[in-house]
C-alpha cells in the first residue's frame, strides 16, 4: 500500500526510533526467562512436534498484513504419555512490532496425548527490508520450549513515474546560465523534479530549470535544494535534507522510514574518493533486498546495485504543512517550517556555528566535516557531463538547517581554490515565508576568509539581518589575494593598502585606527582605475567592517 506525501513527517522519526531502540525488550534472552519448574517431566521424553520450526511470509507490502498458522501436537514419551502443559507464548526480536499473534489455543492450555493445538501470527511490515522475530512457547516437553522463526521482507513501490533528462521536450535546453544543456548536467535536476510532480506540483525539467535560473534555486552548477522546492511550489513544500553515506546505518533507516511514509528520496550516486556525488537519481522502491531508483540519465539502471549499492541521501520533498519532522509538539502550536540555507557555489566551504557553540560544515582547523546543529546538513555536490563523461568541474558547497533556533548564527566561509566567490544566504520563517536572500562575495586564496553574522528571526512577520565581519588578518590575506590573481594591477597599490591596514591594527589610540582606515578606504575610491569592481567591493567592505568594529571571532 503506497502512503501519500502528505504523511506526516512525525511517521519518520517515530520509525527511525523504533528501528535505533530495536525493541528488545527481552535482552536478557527467552531462555532465561523461563522457569526450571518442569525440569523433571521433560526429563521423561514427553515432545511437541511441530511441522515447521520456521514460518517464512515472503514479501508483503508495508502496510499489507499476512497471517499464517502453526500447528502443534502431542507425542508420548519412551514409557509413559503425559498431558503438555503450555505456558503463554510471545514473540520476542527485532522486528516483533510487526508480527501479531492474532490466535491461540496453545497457550495456557494442557493438552493429551494425541491432541493439538494451533496458533496464528499476523505479519505487517512497517518499513521495507528484511524481518525477523521469533515466537516462544515454553511447556514441559522434553524438547521445550519451542521457537518458531519469523521472517519476512517488507516492499515499497511508489508511483513516482520516469523522466529522462534527454527527453527531446528539454534535453537541448540551456542547463541554468551554463553552456551545456540540460541532457548534459540534469540529473539533479530532473530527479527533483520527479519528486515534486509526486509531491503533486505540476511541472518538467524544462520548466523547473528556468524557474530555478531566475532566482537562487541553483549554486553553480548544482541545485540548490531547499530553496529550490521552496521556490517551485511556491512555499508549499520544503526539502527535508539529510546527508547519510551508503556505509552508515542510519542511510538504510533514512531510506526505508522514507519510503514506508510515502516519499521518495534523492540519493547522489557515482561517489569519489572524498564520498562527494557526481551524479543523482530518485529512489522509488525497495523490493527483493533491491532499493529500486528512476535514472534519469540511464534508464537501464534500475536499482542502487547498478552503482554497487554507493550511494549518499540527499532528502525528501515534503509539505511545508502540515507535515514537521517534530517528534514532540503541543496541541493547538503553530507549525513551525523554518528553514537556513547558505550556500556556496564553487571555491570555498561553509562552517555555520549556532550560538551554543554547534558546527555545521567543513571545519578547516580541525579539518573535518561537522553536523552538530540538530536537523542540519552538509553537502558538497558536482555533476558529472551524462553526455560524454567530462567529470565534474565545480563542487557546490552549502548548510541546510530544518527549524532552526532564532537568534545569532556566525558563518565562516574558507576559501579553496584561487577565484572570486559568492555566498548566498536564504532564511525561511516559521510560516514558511522569506524575507528574501542575502549575498556576499568572497576572494578565495592561500587562507582566505570570509565571515559573517547571521541574526535569524523565524517568527512570521519577522526579519533576519546580515552584516560582514573581518578581521586585520582576513583583511591583509585578501589584498594578497586580489594582487595574486591580477585584481590589483599595480603591486604599488597593493602594498600601499597592505600598510594602511598593518598601521591600523598596531595603532594603540582608536583615533589613530579609524584615521589608517579611513585613508585605507580613501585610497581605494582613488585607485579604482587599478582594482577590478569586485575586489573593490570586497576589500571596501572589510574595511568597512573594521571601521565600524564588526569583528571576526
Not at 31 to 41: D, E, F, I, Q, S
Not at 410 to 424: D, E, F, I, N, Q
Request: one cysteine or more; proline letters at 5%; charged letters at 15%.
Amino acid at each position: 500500500m503506497e502512503r501519500k506525501p502528505g504523511t506526516n513527517l512525525v511517521f519518520i522519526a517515530c520509525l527511525l526510533l523504533a528501528v535505533a531502540l530495536q525493541l528488545r525488550a527481552y535482552s536478557g534472552g527467552p531462555r532465561a526467562r523461563m522457569g526450571a519448574r518442569n525440569a523433571t517431566l521433560r526429563a521423561s521424553g514427553v515432545r511437541t512436534s511441530q511441522f515447521d520450526l520456521a514460518l517464512s511470509y515472503g514479501t508483503v507490502a508495508v502496510g499489507q498484513s499476512l497471517t499464517k498458522s502453526q500447528i502443534l501436537t502431542t507425542n508420548c514419551g519412551a514409557d509413559f504419555c503425559i498431558p503438555i502443559d503450555y505456558d503463554t507464548a510471545f514473540i520476542s526480536g527485532d522486528a516483533a512490532a510487526e508480527f501479531t499473534l492474532v490466535s491461540d489455543t496453545c497457550s495456557g492450555s494442557s493438552r493429551p496425548t494425541g491432541s493439538s493445538c494451533s496458533m496464528s501470527v499476523r505479519f505487517t511490515p512497517a518499513l521495507p527490508g528484511e524481518r525477523t522475530a521469533y515466537l516462544f512457547l515454553d511447556s514441559n516437553a522434553g524438547n521445550a520450549p519451542l521457537v518458531l522463526t519469523l521472517t519476512g521482507s517488507g516492499s515499497v513501490q511508489l508511483s513516482t513515474g520516469y523522466l529522462s533528462q534527454a527527453d527531446p521536450a528539454w534535453g537541448t535546453q540551456g542547463y541554468d546560465h551554463s553552456s551545456r544543456q540540460i541532457k548534459n548536467l540534469g540529473c539533479a535536476l530532473t530527479s527533483l523534479t520527479m519528486a515534486l510532480i509526486h509531491a503533486g506540483v505540476t511541472t518538467d525539467p524544462g520548466a523547473l530549470n528556468t524557474a530555478l535560473s531566475a532566482g537562487d534555486g541553483f549554486s553553480g552548477e548544482a541545485v540548490n535544494w531547499d530553496p529550490a522546492v521552496r521556490s517551485a511550489s511556491d512555499g508549499e513544500l520544503s526539502f527535508y535534507s539529510r546527508r547519510r553515506n551508503w556505509n552508515d546505518p542510519a542511510a538504510a533507516q533514512f531510506l526505508n522510514a522514507a519510503l514506508a511514509a510515502g516519499y521518495p528520496v534523492v540519493v547522489g550516486a557515482n561517489l569519489d574518493a572524498e564520498q562527494r556525488p557526481h551524479h543523482f537519481v530518485l529512489v522509488t522502491g525497495f523490493l527483493n533486498g533491491e532499493y529500486l531508483i528512476q535514472d534519469p540519465g540511464h534508464v537501464d539502471r534500475t536499482t542502487l546495485s547498478d552503482y554497487s549499492g554507493h550511494y549518499v541521501t540527499r532528502g525528501i520533498v515534503v509539505p511545508s504543512a502540515p507535515a514537521v519532522p517534530n517528534s514532540v509538539q503541543a496541541a493547538g502550536a503553530p507549525l513551525d517550517v523554518s528553514g537556513l540555507t547558505v550556500a556556496v557555489p564553487q571555491r570555498a566551504a561553509v562552517l555555520l556555528t549556532d550560538s551554543q557553540g554547534r558546527s555545521t560544515g567543513y571545519d578547516p582547523v580541525a579539518n573535518e566535516d561537522l553536523e552538530e546543529i540538530p536537523n542540519s546538513a552538509h553537502v558538497q555536490d558536482g555533476l558529472d557531463d551524462d553526455v560524454d563523461g567530462a567529470t565534474a568541474g565545480q563542487f557546490s558547497d552549502s548548510v541546510s538547517v530544518f527549524q532552526p533556533a532564532a537568534g545569532t548564527y556566525r558563518v565562516k566561509v574558507t576559501g579553496k581554490t584561487a577565484g572570486l566567490y559568492s555566498v548566498v544566504l536564504h532564511p525561511f520563517r516559521s510560516d514558511g515565508t522569506s524575507p528574501g536572500s542575502f549575498t556576499y562575495q568572497g576572494i578565495s586564496g592561500p587562507g582566505g576568509t570570509l565571515f559573517l553574522q547571521v541574526q535569524l528571526s523565524v517568527l512570521p512577520g519577522g526579519n533576519s539581518t546580515v552584516i560582514r565581519q573581518a578581521s586585520y588578518a582576513a583583511t591583509l590575506q585578501d589584498i594578497t589575494a586580489c594582487r595574486a590573481q591580477g585584481f590589483i594591477t599595480k603591486q604599488s597599490i597593493a602594498k600601499s593598502l597592505s600598510q594602511l591596514i598593518t598601521k591600523a591594527a598596531s595603532a594603540r589610540k582608536p583615533a589613530a585606527r579609524q584615521t589608517a582606515l579611513k585613508k585605507y578606504l580613501t585610497a581605494l575610491t582613488h585607485n579604482s582605475r587599478f582594482i577590478s569592481p569586485a575586489a573593490a567591493q570586497i576589500l571596501q567592505q572589510d574595511g568597512a567592517a573594521l571601521q565600524s568594529g564588526n569583528m571576526a571571532p
